[in-house]
């Protein structure tokens, strides 16, 4: 991922709808604050985007904006 494609990312999700907390990722992940989930998501992309060990971290953003967009 790129630091152009991790602002944009950062963007749609600044703009987008909060969703109604608890949301469950999967079954095993449940975000209780959307604003510390992003900001301790975006914080490790924003320092080195195209790290491997950030993968896991770009599939739950990945998963959160799917929620989103389908409940809008």
């Not at 469950?24 to 449940?30: G, H, I, P, R, T």
């Amino acid at each position: 991922m790129t630091t152009t494609e991790v602002q944009q990312l950062e963007e749609w999700f600044k703009n987008a709808p909060k969703p109604d907390m608890p949301v469950f990722l999967n079954a095993a992940v449940e975000v209780t604050d959307y604003d510390v989930f992003l900001e301790s998501h975006f914080i490790p992309l924003r320092t080195k985007p195209e790290a491997k060990i950030n993968a896991p971290i770009l599939l739950r953003l990945q998963q959160m904006k799917l929620i989103i967009e389908s409940n809008i």
